[in-house]
């Protein structure tokens, strides 16, 4: 009996270095970049820390032998277009396959039309062949509200639902669903189908950018595509910013992509007019004042691409 005490005693004094485990993991690799793909979301990237902290000590538990259920892990991901969900999403499937909680660490978007069927018999093995290649990793349902239409008797997406919520209960050691939407929009859906509600762990709201983020935002992606403001094109977008925040379907860090690619057709324009001199690399990746201001944003406050409004 001495000896089963002693050996028992000798094995509580074992020990891990948990640091040598966090590196060996590469976690950090993945919030670096993390960091670097998003501007601020800081609640954001805590509570991703929070999760991978949590997966990290239980696979040294298991270590000791120290068993426990699988932690639930199903998000709910809500906010306004642009605010960073899908890349959250992508990053946190890269860092569960890292901490073997998934085998494979890919991830599967998708959203309502490859769920559910137009007939009947036609939504079950759409929605099993779904989670068929998701399985290993995350499943990401864009605007998952659109799921349930209970104004439609002949709607087949609730048989959706039950088949998801069946396989996040059974498969939740090999599979992670993360939902998405506008988040009045998530709040009614979970009303409406509580049993999707019990089965989700963790809920994350992204807030929309500021002005001085969204610039952030715009310089990271000027960078990535070998191009950069001048001083005075960078004050000209801090000033497009706020008036394209209060114009209609503004859809944070998309708009800002797509402001900036009408910066760089300008751009190329400007240039092509001056096509009787010599160009400098300067030149070519330099974002003037014009190329901003030229937007409709500024003289019109309206949308590029708006159709003109005609007299009457």
């Not at 793909?37 to 000590?57: D, F, N, S, Y």
């Not at 396959?97 to 490859?114: C, K, P, S």
């Not at 935002?217 to 977008?237: C, G, H, P, T, V």
């Amino acid at each position: 009996m001495l000896d089963a005490i002693a050996k028992g005693t000798a094995a509580q004094d074992e020990s891990v270095d948990l640091q040598a485990e966090f590196e060996a993991s590469n976690i950090d690799e993945v919030m670096d970049k993390l960091d670097r793909e998003l501007v601020g979301l800081k609640p954001i990237k805590t509570r991703i820390r929070e999760i991978a902290a949590l997966l990290l000590v239980d696979r040294l538990r298991r270590k000791f032998g120290l068993t426990s259920g699988a932690p639930t892990l199903h998000m709910n991901f809500t906010g306004n277009p642009g605010t960073g969900k899908t890349t959250v999403a992508l990053r946190m499937a890269e860092i569960l396959h890292r901490l073997g909680y998934v085998r494979e660490g890919h991830m599967v978007a998708v959203t309502r039309d490859d769920l559910v069927g137009q007939y009947v018999g036609h939504t079950a093995p759409k929605t099993r062949e779904v989670i068929k290649r998701a399985m290993g990793g995350v499943l990401f349902i864009d605007e998952a509200y659109y799921l349930y239409k209970p104004e439609n008797e002949r709607d087949y997406g609730q048989e959706s639902i039950e088949i998801l919520l069946q396989c996040m209960e059974n498969n939740r050691d090999d599979l992670v669903v993360i939902l998405a939407g506008y988040k009045n929009k998530m709040d009614r859906f979970f009303d409406s189908n509580p049993g999707m509600r019990s089965r989700i762990a963790h809920h994350l709201d992204f807030p929309d950018y500021g002005v001085s983020e969204l610039k952030s935002i715009a310089e990271i992606m000027l960078a990535e595509q070998n191009y950069r403001l001048s001083e005075a094109a960078a004050k000209a977008l801090e000033e497009y910013l706020p008036i394209r925040m209060r114009l209609p379907h503004f859809s944070n860090a998309r708009s800002v992509r797509n402001g900036l690619d009408r910066a760089r057709l300008r751009q190329a324009n400007r240039l092509f007019a001056s096509r009787d001199r010599a160009l400098t690399k300067t030149d070519l990746i330099t974002i003037e004042e014009s190329d901003i201001r030229g937007s409709r944003v500024f003289a019109e406050g309206k949308l590029e691409g708006e159709p003109e409004t005609k007299a009457r």
